[in-house]
């Protein structure tokens, strides 16, 4: 299942797996990664919430913005290689 979801994921986990080169890696960069993508999602529901409510259009600007950030840092934290989420944190 997850050799699916990479292959149907690889046009975003081969922008943060590609390079060369030494890299540093934690346990814990990859959890606060898939915990920054969960509050990302929650911002983006908030933002809709509140966008509709107010039936303000610009509201739609954070709402893809948030959701976007989320999805890729779930993404990358479930599904990427270690080289992937070091350099999303910027680590070399």
């Known amino acids: 299942m997850k050799n699916t979801l990479r292959k149907l994921f690889a046009p975003i986990l081969n922008i943060f797996e590609s390079g060369g080169g030494e890299y540093s890696y934690k346990a814990s960069h990859r959890k606060i990664l898939m915990y920054m993508g969960l509050l990302f999602f929650v911002l983006s529901t ?9 039936d303000q259009l610009g509201g739609l600007i954070p709402i893809l913005v948030f959701f976007v950030i989320g ?16 350099k999303i944190w910027g680590s070399r």
């Open 46 to 54: 908030l933002s809709g919430i509140t966008a509709i409510a107010s």
């Open 71 to 86: 999805f890729v840092c779930l993404i990358v934290g479930f599904l990427g290689s270690d080289r992937a989420v070091s």
